[in-house]
């Protein structure tokens, strides 16, 4: 009991405090409205309950034996993050996005993200390895990847809510802009912890 609570308590922490999911899902909150957010926030925890199988089962181990796949993901990932930070930076005003072919990040593109995202590789293998450890069952590592999900998607959604509560704040295209561009510059201040690591 007392390894549940604590692992509920290490996905509650890390799955509400500031990083690139919770940047993307506000931004997209106050650009689209929680309705059209609702898809980004499901692929992010099953996505990340995907990676948490899957490194559970054993791909933290190659990462351990070829060293250099963690430098090609750091790459891969900063690449794409500095991608998304583009998109939001150049999101359209609220009123012109139901209009627009603007779209936030859907179900897909949220958890293929989790695969390039350093907080969420951190989060997996710190769970794995704290919580997990040894050679655990496939039935014991899908328990706690769907703990983990049920427990993230409300932690991030809390991001999109604040989206959608400011959203009332950018209905001037200027402030809007302003916001984005806050948004986007942090989604790339992001990518500092990926380089010094």
Not at 13 to 38: D, K, Q, Y
Not at 144 to 159: D, E, K, Q, Y
Request: proline share 6%.
């Amino acid at each position: 009991m007392q390894a549940f609570l604590a692992l509920c308590l290490y996905t509650a922490v890390t799955s509400v405090t500031p990083g690139p999911n919770n940047m993307m899902v506000l931004a997209s909150g106050v650009n689209f409205g929680i309705r059209r957010t609702l898809p980004h926030i499901a692929g992010i925890s099953i996505g990340f309950a995907a990676m948490v199988v899957i490194i559970g089962m054993g791909l933290g181990v190659i990462f351990e034996a070829y060293p250099m796949l963690n430098i090609v993901l750091r790459w891969v990932g900063g690449a794409y993050l500095l991608y998304l930070a583009w998109k939001i930076a150049g999101a359209a005003a609220p009123e012109d996005a139901e209009r627009s072919a603007a779209r936030p990040l859907g179900f897909i593109g949220a958890a293929a993200f989790q695969w390039v995202n350093p907080k969420a590789w951190v989060m997996a293998l710190g769970a794995v390895a704290t919580y997990l450890p040894g050679s655990p069952s496939l039935s014991s590592v899908a328990a706690a990847a769907l703990l983990m999900a049920v427990i993230n998607a409300p932690c991030v959604g809390i991001w999109a809510a604040f989206g959608v509560g400011l959203r009332r704040l950018f209905t001037e295209p200027a402030k809007l802009r302003a916001f984005n561009l806050t948004m986007a510059t942090l989604l790339v201040v992001s990518l500092y912890p990926i380089f010094v690591a």
